[in-house]
């Protein structure tokens, strides 16, 4: 059984909150190795009052910079990074906090916040904290949260960050899973009405024992059709563990495609063969009175 890293450890008031989600997607449970998740085990810390509007967002801004210079790495093994048996967690903790408290108004400092920490390519696994506030006490502010580092992690290299992150995005209510066709494939959008132009992420969920999809691709084109070819692509994965009802563990693979400007006439998935698309979105545009 492979070793939890320590900043897993803050990820558990997040999965707790997921748990909720439970009839959508069967039982969700911590990484392997990882203590039970409880609500009352691990109480949420309350976000520091607005510093938006204040000389002090300046330096909550500023403050970012040191940390984020330090927890940057290119390393992907969490036992591997700088830091992973001392400083490292509390350099991710101290990010986490400081982040919630400039985006406890939402607005400028918040999405400017966020727009940083992507920009600092940091492990997504150790990302998905910052995330997880946003199903908390920053509830209010998870448009800002899942449109900046969401779309992010959404589209982060390993397929277990993309499917936590997507659980979140769903928790949030900034999007909702699509309806399953005949082999049990969904396809959503992130945010789920994106207006043309914005940036927004195209996810399909397949059927596979582990998160991971290999996928041939074609478009988007002009009128925002995509073409897909999609498999499992887990080599080598062992079989999902069964959960504590005997049952196997509910594991799907994740795609996932960043659109940077969704084209005017929206976006459509259509999976190799099919007569209809899996997903089919068409931005309402409202007349500008003249």
């Not at 996932?256 to 929206?266: E, F, H, K, V, Y």
Request: net charge negative; glycine share 12%.
């Amino acid at each position: 059984m492979r070793a939890v890293p320590p900043h897993w450890t803050r990820l558990l008031p997040f999965l707790a909150a997921l748990a909720a989600l439970g009839g959508c997607y069967g039982q969700l449970e911590a990484p392997t190795g990882a203590a039970p998740v409880t609500a009352e085990s691990t109480p949420e810390r309350a976000v520091a009052p607005s510093v938006a509007g204040t000389g002090a967002s300046g330096g909550a801004l500023a403050d970012l910079g040191p940390i984020l210079d330090k927890l940057q790495t290119l390393v992907s093994a969490p036992q591997d990074r700088p830091g992973h048996d001392g400083w490292r967690t509390g350099e991710l903790q101290k990010l986490t906090e400081l982040t919630a408290q400039l985006c406890a108004a939402g607005g400028p400092p918040c999405r400017e916040a966020l727009a940083r920490i992507v920009a600092a390519q940091l492990p997504g696994d150790e990302l998905l904290p910052v995330l997880g506030t946003f199903l908390g006490v920053l509830r209010p502010h998870a448009e800002d949260g899942f449109t900046t580092l969401g779309l992010h992690l959404l589209t982060d290299p390993s397929g277990e960050t993309r499917d936590i992150a997507f659980r979140m995005a769903v928790a949030s209510g900034v999007t909702r899973r699509g309806d399953q066709d005949a082999e049990a494939r969904r396809a959503s959008l992130v945010p789920q009405s994106p207006e043309p132009g914005q940036p927004s992420v195209v996810l399909v969920e397949i059927k596979a024992i582990c998160n991971e999809v290999d996928a041939q691709v074609k478009g988007p084109d002009a009128l925002g059709r995509i073409d897909l070819l999609l498999q499992p692509d887990c080599f080598g994965a062992p079989e999902p563990e069964p959960g504590a009802d005997g049952l196997p563990r509910a594991v799907r693979g994740v795609w996932s495609l960043r659109i940077d400007a969704l084209p005017d006439a929206g976006v459509s998935i259509w999976i190799g063969g099919a007569d209809k698309p899996l997903l089919a979105y068409r931005p309402v545009v409202v007349a500008t009175p003249k």
